[in-house]
């Protein structure tokens, strides 16, 4: 590029802005210091509020989270410190709270510094892949761009892979997200999830993919107790509540839904609700000249639940 | 007279400052998109100040969050056309704007040898001028 013939008034002076990121930590020497300054622990506190059970996958985020931290006091202190590679597969059965988790993961790495923007790009086989030649790649480049800064979520990533057709161009869309995963890690995290046994079938047909993920995190099936927990929580959040005995036939749908096909953890809690408030407006609506009070309006009583399939075939 | 005195071609924003930094590029990019605007990126290797459209590399990018998209898509330009002018715009779509608030130079070739002015005599004592870039002699794509 030429020089130019004249000259700027303080010109000279160019400040490199580059590198105002690390240098805003330089005062922490201890990791209490540290989790002041990025305000990760409330994200904890919410995590541990908000999500019932799921310890493995708690402690893995603490995990994460303290290595993080670690390597801000270590590059505070000047030592090298490589960004590590966070891209993350979460593999568990339907309703166990992938997505859930993956919105609050782009949170807590955002508070710890480590994505710039903190935002979730969720997408499916749809968003990445083409549907003639020469439309994949551009699209998948254009999920990541505005990906880059946070966290590209793609949920049941295993739909990218088609090995019944050697043509398919979920191929071309694995390639360029492998090249970017690897190139720019450090302005996006990818997620990808799934059912787990079809993403080992990915997995092993894309050993490259598989090795470029440092985190595998199995996401495990509630226990009663937990679905029921979080029953409590979503009727709270809507504000209803169980009548007397109610939670009690709640259980007992659980223990029997739990052995049917097709249950989805938290996504069948939520489905069994509705279909309840469903059956609980019919039968405030039968009784047209009752006063309605707030009681009446948000209490789930035992008849709502009981009218339920999974009770009227008990032999399944 | 000079008609391309510092020997670079101004055009946009920021085009009589020293030839800005990736970082400095990065914090422009960063200020559009909180403002809310979609970048993008074209070239041309005929810089008329008449040539108001110059070719686009890809699409407008809408939806960004962060620069490095931005930066992705540039560094790809710019190792597709290595001396051609790539300029970044910023479109403001906000109803009643809808138009390119932010417009800089990123990229242009080694040597700019910038343009001559023709006169054309007409009628009577009239003259007739028009500019011309010197490098625009030589056909498409060898220009720089």
């Known amino acids: 590029m030429n020089a130019p013939d004249y000259h700027i008034p303080g010109s000279t002076a160019v400040a490199p802005a580059a590198d105002a990121g690390p240098h805003e930590m330089t005062c922490a020497r201890t990791v209490n210091e540290v989790l002041a300054q990025s305000q990760v622990e409330s994200v904890f506190d919410e995590l541990e509020r908000d999500l019932v059970g799921l310890v493995p996958i708690k402690q893995r985020i603490r995990d994460i989270a303290a290595l993080l931290v670690i390597d801000k006091l270590r590059i505070n202190l000047g030592l090298a410190a490589e960004a590590p590679s966070l891209h993350m597969c979460f593999t568990g059965n339907p309703g166990t709270g992938k997505t859930t988790v993956a919105l609050r993961m782009a949170e807590i790495l955002h508070r710890l510094g480590y994505v710039r923007k903190g935002h979730l790009v969720a997408v499916t086989r749809d968003d990445l892949v083409g549907q003639y030649i020469g439309h994949t790649a551009p699209k998948t480049r254009e999920v990541l761009k505005k990906a880059m800064g946070g966290v590209l979520f793609i949920d049941e990533a295993y739909y990218l892979y088609r090995p019944e057709n050697e043509r398919d161009y979920g191929q071309e869309a694995i390639e360029i997200l492998l090249q970017v995963m690897e190139n720019q890690r450090d302005d996006l995290v990818v997620i990808l999830a799934g059912y787990k046994d079809r993403m080992n079938t990915f997995f092993k047909s894309n050993p490259g993919l598989s090795s470029r993920i440092a985190h595998h995190l199995d996401f495990p099936d509630y226990a009663v107790d937990e679905l029921s927990q979080i029953a409590q929580r979503m009727l709270t959040q809507q504000h209803y509540h169980f009548g007397d005995g109610a939670e009690d036939v709640f259980r007992d749908y659980l223990e029997r839904r739990i052995g049917q096909p097709h249950f989805a953890n938290a996504r069948s809690v939520r489905n069994a609700l509705d279909r309840a408030r469903l059956r609980q407006a019919s039968r405030l609506f039968s009784e047209r000249d009752r006063v309605l009070d707030k009681a009446d309006l948000t209490t789930l009583v035992p008849a709502d639940l009981l009218a339920s399939r999974v009770f009227q075939n008990p032999s399944s | ?144």
């Not at chain 2, 041309?44 to 040539?51: C, G, S, Y």
């Not at chain 2, 109803?95 to 005599?121: D, K, T, Y």
């Open chain 2, 1 to 144: 007279m000079m008609t391309n005195p510092t020997g670079k071609i101004t055009q946009g924003q920021f085009s009589f400052l020293p030839e800005l930094t990736d970082a400095e590029i990065r914090l422009q990019i960063d200020y559009g998109l909180g403002k809310g605007y979609a970048w993008s990126i074209e070239y041309t290797d005929d810089p008329h100040p008449r040539n108001t459209y110059w070719e686009m590399f890809g699409m407008p990018m809408f939806d960004l969050q962060d620069a490095a998209g931005v930066m992705m898509e540039l560094a790809s330009c710019r190792k597709t056309f290595p001396s051609h002018y790539i300029r970044l715009m910023a479109f403001d779509s906000t109803r009643n704007v809808e138009s390119i608030v932010m417009s800089f130079i990123v990229n242009r070739p080694e040597n700019e040898p910038g343009f001559g002015l023709l006169r054309q005599e007409v009628g009577g004592r009239s003259i007739r001028y028009t500019v011309h870039g010197y490098a625009s002699d030589k056909p498409e794509g060898s220009r720089y």
